[in-house]
């Protein structure tokens, strides 16, 4: 069973060192005990961050292959971050977590953007049951002027699952406005077996080849109420959140990065447990194989 892990003095106490950290990296890592990879040994012996192999002799570093492998900061500041990152509701931005944390803007701007590749490994999952697909743009005049100048005219990709009274998981990508980008983005991120709903204006007959589709028309026939669109509500949320967390000061080369937290924080908005979220991104970061400082940003599939 895992320690408590709710106030920041059960964080502290819980990760006080580097060696508490590299324990539990060892813990998460390895659940059944490390095996040395060159000849599936079970007995290691540890030195510190390194494991030795007593079956072959070779040695294991325990933090290689996961997103800290090639950082040279202590994993207490990963660690630190990562507690800050989960407990702001909103998120926390470089240069206020540079002030928390006592380390160089630059340092923090990218190991922010590296725990948001780590979010992205569960944004994997396609969406099922009854999902509703748009897309919008970011910088809208209206969002010109509350401040999000630095993005040029960005177009999204917006799918939510919602059963007519709750929001369920969502999915997010910028993409290029040629025909068939968008198609692809449904393809990728929802199960086949899933309902539309779908905007008129973007009906498609390849798309209602392969899923149920229902537009918005369609809905607000059956219904004597017009339809909401919670499209337009993800697209208000995530303009609130990229103004109140960043000041809107984001770059378009990094935004599916920005995208990919936004993503991470909505799909668990409902926990209220924060160690559990803590240790979601922790063990994603374990995960991740490493990402060079020059491969921030994200290869973007869809453009
Ligand atoms: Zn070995």
Request: hydrophobic share 40%.
């Amino acid at each position: 069973m895992e320690t408590t892990l709710e106030t920041l003095a059960d964080f502290e106490r819980c990760f006080s060192s580097q060696e508490t950290c590299l324990d539990y990296l060892l813990e998460h890592r390895w659940p059944d005990g490390p095996v040395c990879p060159y000849c599936q040994s079970h007995k290691l012996w540890r030195f510190g961050p390194v494991l030795e192999c007593s079956g072959c002799g070779r040695q294991i570093r325990i933090m290689a292959g996961t997103l800290f492998q090639d950082s040279k900061l202590d994993l207490r500041i990963w660690f630190r971050a990562v507690w800050y990152l989960v407990n702001n509701h909103n998120g926390i931005s470089a240069s206020e977590l540079s002030r928390e944390l006592g380390i160089r803007y630059p340092t923090v701007w990218s190991l922010l953007h590296k725990l948001r590749w780590a979010m992205f490994a569960d944004l994997r999952v396609p969406l099922t049951g009854r999902v509703e697909v748009g897309e919008v743009f970011l910088t809208s005049p209206d969002s010109l002027q509350s401040g999000l100048s630095s993005l040029r005219s960005e177009r999204l990709a917006i799918a939510v699952e919602y059963d007519g009274q709750s929001l369920g998981r969502l999915r997010m990508r910028v993409i290029d406005s040629a025909k068939g980008y968008f198609r692809r983005f449904i393809e990728e991120n929802v199960e086949l077996t899933s309902t539309l709903i779908i905007p008129d204006r973007l009906k498609d007959q390849s798309l209602e080849a392969d899923y149920n589709c229902l537009t918005t028309s369609d809905l607000a026939k059956a219904s004597s109420f017009p339809p909401i669109s919670q499209i337009s509500r993800v697209e208000t949320l995530f303009k609130g959140w990229l103004m109140e967390t960043f000041q809107g000061a984001v770059s378009e080369a990094y935004l599916d990065n920005y995208i990919d937290e936004f993503v991470f924080r909505f799909d668990r908005h409902y926990q209220e447990n924060r160690g559990w979220v803590f240790r979601q991104v922790i063990d994603r970061a374990i995960q991740t194989p490493p990402i060079r400082q020059d491969r921030i940003m994200r290869i973007r599939s869809y453009i």
